[in-house]
Every structure is written in structure tokens, then in C-alpha cells.
């Protein structure tokens, strides 16, 4: 039975690329419609339509965030993502327009990621950039690992020179490899959509990306410097049989790996939620605007209405944000 829903799970995977530009380009149409009062029911059914496919493409995503990356935090979140996106659908077919914010928020998210996503140019750039700006910050701590390209190490992946080779012990071979996943495009691309999805003065806008994108490229590479090292110098080889068991894989062939799913799939990505919250905050005292959608995030999660902006005394703005 197991095997039957994993294998339904891991055929529906192979349709998330298509289905992500998809879902891009009906959240923008809504988008559109909504910012410029083109028209208010023409942007709530392309907007319905939109979180309904989100909802999809989050379910194709289950596979390989839970079974391939083998991520806790992802594949949680994952799970989470599907019915929250049906019920976002709902509250904004039943009228909730304070939602087309976070809608908005989710059009710019998908047109800045997407791209880097997908197009080979630019993740090239992107990777090979926080490459070497992560084997700098490396040698700065003494450490000099051999980079070479990624498609000489598996032949799956792209001739990028963004792969650091180790060798922890005599005739053991580790090799740590930034993809676009470990570039902090993501993260960024977030707080991009969520700057940009509200109405709000242009210059505290411009602020409040001088204060977040800069902090998460910077806290991306301690971050990337963090695994790398404890990965590639086996430094956090805890509880190696129980962590071998929960992460399935064989110890006696890859010991190292343990080292990798302490300091990536437990550390980092709990780091990495710890440090977006703080974040957060930071951006919610330049532009208070956001917390309309921090608001409608709370009321999903909890089914009560919360006034964070008369709690922190900011302005009242309109139900879709204005």
C-alpha cells in the first residue's frame, strides 16, 4: 500500500515544472486585474483559480521534498501547503479580499524565483557567484577545499563550477554542492513579493528591502559555509545509527552523510525559519503594511481575527491592502 501511494506520489512530481508557470502566470493575471481595478470578479475567479493550482503544484512537490531531499522542515511544510492553499481559495471566494495581498505577494514571489529557476543562464551566474563567495569566506577560516565543476562529479548535473570536494579521511571522498536551493533566491524572493504586494509609500518600500535582502544573501552564505564544513569535515557525526534510520540511508557506505543531515535538514532549516521570523520583524517596522497578510496568515491558522496593526499602532489600510 505504501509503495503504491509513493509511486502515485512520485508520477504526479514530473508535471511541477510546467504547472509552476503556470500557476506563475494566473496569480500575475489576478494579480493585474486586482491591482488596477480592472475587475473585481474577473480577479477573484483567476485569483480562486490560481491558490487551486498552487494547491496541485504543492501536492506534486510532495515527493520530492519528502522522499528525495529527504527534508523534515520542506516536507512538513509541504504537507501544510496543499489544504492551506484550497482553504485561501475558499475564504477568497467568500469574500476575504484582504487575502488578494498575500495573492499579489505570491504573483511577484513566483515572477522573481521562477526565472532563476529555470532558466540555465542565470542559475549559472547566481550559483557560481555564492560559489565563490562561499569558498572565500572558507579560506578565511583555513579551509581550502578543491571546487570543481558539478557535471564531473555526477554527470546529471550542470557544468557549474559550484562543487566542493573534501576528503575527510584516507580514501573518502565528500563533495558538497551549492545549487539554486542554496543561493538564498528563494528566501529573497519572498520578502521581494511581500514588499511589493502591498500599497505603501515607494521610498519606505525601498527601505525595507535595503534591510532584508542584503541580511538574507549574507546569513545564505554563513549558512552555506556552515554545512559545507560540517558536511565535508564530518564535524557533526551525532547519533550516527538512530540519524542513519531516519534519514534511510547506509551508514557503512556514506558515514558522512550524517554530518550533512544534522547540519542542512535539522540546523540550518530551522535556523533558516528562526532567522526569516526575525526578519520579518525587521521589515514590520519600516513597512507595517505587511502585517495584513501576517494578520490573514494567524486567522488561517487559528480561525480568530487579529489587529496587529492597532497593536502596533500603524494606519489602518484598506481590505485589500490599500
Not at 33 to 48: C, E, G, H, N, Q
Not at 64 to 81: M, P, Q, R, W, Y
Not at 175 to 199: N, P, Q
Request: charged share 15%.
Amino acid at each position: 500500500m505504501i509503495e503504491t501511494v509513493l509511486g502515485v506520489l512520485a508520477w504526479f512530481s514530473q508535471w511541477s515544472d510546467p504547472l509552476a508557470w503556470l500557476v506563475v502566470a494566473t496569480f500575475v493575471v489576478g494579480a493585474v486585474l486586482d491591482w488596477y481595478d480592472l475587475s473585481r470578479d474577473a480577479a477573484r475567479t483567476v485569483t480562486v483559480a490560481a491558490w487551486v493550482l498552487f494547491a496541485f503544484f504543492w501536492f506534486t512537490q510532495i515527493y520530492s521534498f519528502a522522499f528525495v531531499h529527504k527534508s523534515i522542515v520542506e516536507g512538513i511544510g509541504t504537507l501544510i501547503a496543499v489544504p492551506g492553499s484550497l482553504y485561501v481559495a475558499l475564504l477568497i471566494r467568500r469574500g476575504r479580499d484582504s487575502l488578494f495581498v498575500l495573492s499579489r505577494a505570491v504573483a511577484v514571489m513566483g515572477a522573481v524565483f521562477l526565472p532563476f529557476e529555470a532558466i540555465l543562464v542565470l542559475q549559472e551566474v547566481l550559483i557560481e557567484l555564492v560559489t565563490r563567495q562561499t569558498e572565500f569566506l572558507m579560506s578565511l577560516l583555513g579551509y581550502q577545499p578543491e571546487v570543481v565543476l558539478g557535471s564531473t562529479i555526477d554527470s546529471s548535473h550542470e557544468p557549474f563550477r559550484n562543487t566542493f570536494v573534501f576528503h575527510p579521511e584516507p580514501g573518502y571522498r565528500i563533495t558538497y554542492t551549492i545549487i539554486i536551493a542554496c543561493t538564498g533566491i528563494g528566501s529573497m524572493a519572498i520578502f521581494v513579493g511581500l514588499i511589493a504586494a502591498v500599497r505603501a509609500p515607494l521610498q519606505r518600500k525601498l527601505r525595507a528591502l535595503a534591510i532584508s535582502i542584503p541580511v538574507i544573501y549574507a546569513l545564505n552564505l554563513v549558512r552555506n559555509v556552515f554545512i559545507g564544513l560540517s558536511f565535508g569535515t564530518m564535524k557533526m557525526q551525532l547519533v550516527p545509527e538512530a540519524t542513519a534510520t531516519v534519514f534511510a540511508f547506509d551508514l557503512a557506505t556514506d558515514p558522512g552523510l550524517v554530518s550533512y543531515y544534522w547540519a542542512d535538514r535539522i540546523l540550518a532549516q530551522t535556523g533558516s525559519v528562526l532567522a526569516l521570523v526575525a526578519i520579518t520583524w525587521l521589515v514590520v517596522r519600516e513597512l507595517p503594511e505587511v502585517l495584513i497578510v501576517i494578520e490573514d496568515l494567524l486567522y488561517m491558522a487559528t480561525g480568530s481575527e487579529y489587529d496587529l496593526r492597532g497593536a502596533l499602532g500603524a494606519a489602518p489600510v484598506r481590505a485589500d491592502g490599500e
